[in-house]
């Protein structure tokens, strides 16, 4: 494997490990307005209180990691996706701004605005990162220069595929929804974690529906989708892991292993994210106008040399990061439980 | 209005929104580690009392680094595509090892500093602070480093590349230890990090004044404030020399942003140091000036004849950066910088004669000394920056031949267009606004409420320590087995 695919892989493991753990604090945003009382409000806040700061700093360093890796790819796609960017840092501050806010005052008004903040801003962004995702598998007009030359529409709804991005990003939305449903019934108790358990099984119905309709419509329509499991066969394994951990969802909330649901859901989140790295592969976005014109791993990298002291970094980094990430959850292990310093 | 303008502005009204929060966060990490420390050591009520109320402003001011911080991430990519593709390749190592090994460790850490009072030892928690602190610094210097590439590049060379149908240029690294120490990076890293601390000492001390004003919270308040005054006067002098260091090390690297400080148009003997003044693009002088015969001279070369050169001789090599706004931010943030110093200094003079508790107009002035001090972190990076224009990043004059360099007004994306970034301009202005007035509701509301008061129980309870409370409290308010209800807030 050469620097370049190394780095490929490196920024899909960051951006599943985005995926898996903002993904359920999302999911407990989306959720928000099912809670019934102020308390559940701030229980569901509160699971998520100490950990969602660290889990966005992902998604930073993925920024980083793509600027770093593919200067090429972040300057076009940030450049060309700018109303999304803007859209996504919108939901992101504001989200912010409900989590940090809401309980600061007692009124019962001046939660409610920030409890639909939090809701708000946690369905927009995954939708956006899912639309994001799905205009890059379908392919965005960029030019011979590299420049992103259509307008915010040719990324929601392509010409070629108008409702494949939306489709990505309402199944990104659910599969959340039901990733932060089983997170949610591993940190409550008593009369809200059995209403837990109906939200599981509608999340996960929804999720479902959503993902056969979108592998129907990638399979059939999506050009390069299937392309490169011929080239890589073992890549079949991946198809079938997701098929098993998505049967696993319903079996283990059946049986009631709720830490086996959640690892389910997450192998669910990794492997799709795998599926579409596979998928694009040696691609990082597809022009629509002409294949030559594609972005891959090698005409949007960085020069070996600085590949290579990103790869010495995250060498020494990475061990250290996973290490201290599993004693701080390891402190916020159980159930949830409000005090002096919770939301 | 064009790309180029509106990008600007955005970016300058992003960076200095964002930039409130970063210093104050280092300078009060240190903070949080020393009470932290002591509260290890001694096992003392008042440093957990203390280190719970800061610890608690501390996270205020954390999320909303953390929330304007994404944005300046973000925008590179989105309104300078260009400069991305340019820098990319050199900021990727220090981008790479800022993700890991500041932003990691900072926040994973910062949900015990913050959450983790009950359950875990204070020796963890201590441990915590202490990484969270650490990830803030390690923080600084990569993004230092990165700025300081930006205006003095080492370590790198200029690479032709053909991605599809385009040739460009950019930046490729040759040397990752030279791109680090490039010759600026050490000098502003430690101006940096002396600012972050004069911020944070004069946040501590505005609070304090303000408690010993009201005669609230006394002990706590005259603690907080001489541990912090201490701190100002070492680092409000030590910012002064690595002031005079680095405009030496500007005046080597970067004649025409030194020239802009000093409204220098034309090279002179014997050159003049303005105290203030208005420099005039027009009449091509300082208007309104008063002037030092021969200081910056001596400042700059160290004896009072040699010309220090201006736009004369450095135009047609490096341009003209705006000089009104460089010459007045650099000008008021050395005021402020000595005004501070000298607050500091008197102040801990009349603490040593034991009259500064009853000085109330002292304590009034570090009631407000606070702003200067978010002034001045401010203006020096406005003056950094606008100093270094036209160029985004500065280019090398080698034998008269300028080389390498990029400008900023060639920078921005190619495929945004004005009403686009209008628009986010209005949205960022709209939740800035929103967050400023929050981040003030909120701190106004904790500084209020205050440290919670000192518990009198003594802290290692023997037999007798237990009759003896218990004696105190008949009515039995306190329950000496159950944990106590936490005050909701």
Redesign the interface.
């Known amino acids: 494997m050469d620097l370049n695919t190394l780095w490929f892989v490196l920024l899909g493991v960051l951006l599943a490990g985005y995926a898996v753990l903002d993904g359920f604090d999302f999911g407990v945003g989306i959720l928000m307005p099912l809670a019934r009382t102020d308390h559940e409000r701030r229980i569901l806040l509160n699971s998520i209180?100490?950990?969602w700061?660290?889990n966005?700093?992902w998604?930073?360093?993925f920024?980083?990691?793509m600027?770093?890796?593919f200067?090429?790819l972040?300057?076009?796609?940030?450049?060309?996706f700018?109303?999304a960017?803007?859209l996504?840092?919108?939901a992101?501050?504001?989200r912010?701004?409900s989590i940090?806010?809401r309980s600061?005052m007692e009124s019962p008004a001046w939660r409610r605005i920030w409890d639909f903040g939090f809701f708000g801003s946690s369905l927009l962004a995954p939708l956006l990162f899912g639309v994001a995702v799905g205009a890059v598998m379908v392919g965005v007009p960029v030019?011979?220069?590299?420049?992103?030359?259509g307008s915010f529409f040719d990324i929601v709804m392509p010409k070629a595929q108008p409702l494949f991005p939306l489709l990505v990003g309402l199944l990104t939305a659910a599969l959340f929804t039901m990733h932060g449903a089983i997170y949610l019934y591993l940190k409550t108790e008593d009369e809200l974690q059995a209403r837990l358990r109906r939200w599981m099984y509608h999340g996960f119905g929804t999720f479902l529906v959503l993902y056969i309709i979108t592998t129907i419509v990638a399979l059939a329509t999506v050009p390069h989708a299937a392309a490169n499991f011929e080239a890589f066969p073992w890549a079949w394994a991946l198809v079938i892991l997701s098929v098993l951990a998505i049967g696993n969802i319903p079996r283990t909330i059946f049986y009631n292993k709720p830490g086996q649901t959640f690892v389910s859901s997450s192998i669910v989140i990794i492997a799709l994210v795998g599926l579409v790295g596979i998928a694009l592969f040696p691609n990082v976005l597809v022009s629509s106008l002409s294949d030559?014109?594609n972005?891959t791993i090698y005409?949007?990298a960085?020069?070996p040399?600085?590949?290579g002291?990103?790869a010495i970094?995250?060498a020494?980094?990475?061990p250290?990061?996973l290490a201290?990430?599993a004693v701080?959850y390891w402190?916020?292990r159980g159930k949830v439980r409000l005090?002096?310093?919770?939301y | 209005m064009d790309v180029v303008f509106l990008s600007r502005l955005q970016f300058a009204l992003t960076i200095m929104f964002h930039y409130l929060f970063p210093p104050l966060t280092i300078g009060l990490s240190i903070v949080v580690v020393y009470l932290l420390g002591m509260r290890l050591k001694t096992g003392e009520a008042i440093y957990e009392t203390a280190a719970r109320f800061w610890t608690r402003i501390f996270g205020v001011n954390f999320a909303l680094g953390v929330a304007s911080g994404i944005v300046m991430e973000f925008q590179f990519g989105t309104n300078w595509a260009v400069y991305s593709r340019f820098v990319g390749d050199v900021f990727g190592s220090a981008l790479a090892a800022e993700g890991i090994f500041a932003f990691f460790l900072e926040s994973g850490f910062l949900a015990v500093l913050l959450f983790g009072w009950d359950r875990v030892s204070p020796r963890f928690h201590f441990f915590a602070g202490l990484m969270v602190s650490l990830g803030s610094i390690f923080s600084s210097v990569w993004i230092t480093v990165a700025n300081s590439w930006q205006q003095t590049p080492a370590g790198s060379q200029l690479v032709e590349r053909t991605v599809n149908g385009r040739t460009f240029v950019r930046a490729e690294i040759t040397d990752f230890w030279a791109m680090v120490f490039s010759p600026s990076s050490i000098h502003r890293l430690v101006h940096v990090w002396l600012a972050a601390f004069i911020l944070g000492a004069f946040f501590v001390m505005s609070i304090a004044a303000w408690y010993l004003l009201k005669g609230r919270h006394l002990e706590f308040a005259k603690r907080s404030f001489t541990g912090a005054l201490i701190l100002a006067v070492i680092f409000t002098i030590g910012i002064v020399i690595s002031g005079d260091l680095q405009a030496v090390n500007v005046a080597e690297t970067q004649p025409a942003k030194l020239a802009a400080f000093e409204g220098l148009y034309k090279t002179e003997e014997s050159t003049p140091l303005y105290l203030f003044g208005s420099p005039s693009d027009e009449e091509q002088r300082v208007k309104y000036g008063v002037a030092i015969p021969g200081m910056l001279s001596f400042l700059v070369h160290r004896d009072f004849k040699t010309p220090v050169p201006g736009f004369d001789q450095l135009e047609k090599d490096y341009g003209r950066p705006p000089v009104w706004i460089s010459f007045q931010s650099y000008h008021i943030m050395v005021a402020l910088g000595f005004l501070m110093a000298g607050m500091a200094v008197l102040a801990l003079w009349m603490r040593w004669r034991g009259t500064l508790w009853n000085a109330r107009w002292l304590l009034w002035g570090f009631v407000f000394a606070v702003i200067p001090a978010f002034a001045g972190n401010e203006l020096g990076w406005v003056a950094a920056e606008v100093g270094r224009q036209p160029w985004i990043v500065y280019p090398t004059v080698v034998d008269g031949q300028v080389t390498g360099g990029l400008k900023t007004a060639a920078a921005v994306s190619e495929t945004v267009v004005p009403q686009e970034v209008l628009g986010s301009i209005i949205m960022f202005g709209v939740l800035y606004t929103l967050l400023f007035a929050l981040w003030v509701i909120i701190l106004n509301h904790k500084i209020q409420h205050g440290p919670d008061p000192i518990p009198q129980e003594p802290d290692r309870t023997t037999a007798a320590d237990y009759l003896e409370a218990a004696s105190r409290r008949p009515g039995h308010e306190d329950s000496m087995t159950e944990p106590k209800e936490a005050p909701a807030h």
């Open positions: 209180g100490p950990i700061d660290g966005e700093v998604l930073v360093t920024g980083g990691a600027f770093a890796a200067p090429e972040y300057a076009t796609v940030f450049s060309g700018y109303i960017f803007m996504v840092l919108f992101l501050i504001m912010a701004i940090e806010f600061k030019d011979s220069q590299g420049i992103f030359v030559a014109w972005l005409n949007a960085s020069s040399k600085t590949l002291i990103m970094i995250a020494m980094g990475m250290f990061v201290y990430t701080i402190t916020y005090g002096a310093h919770s």
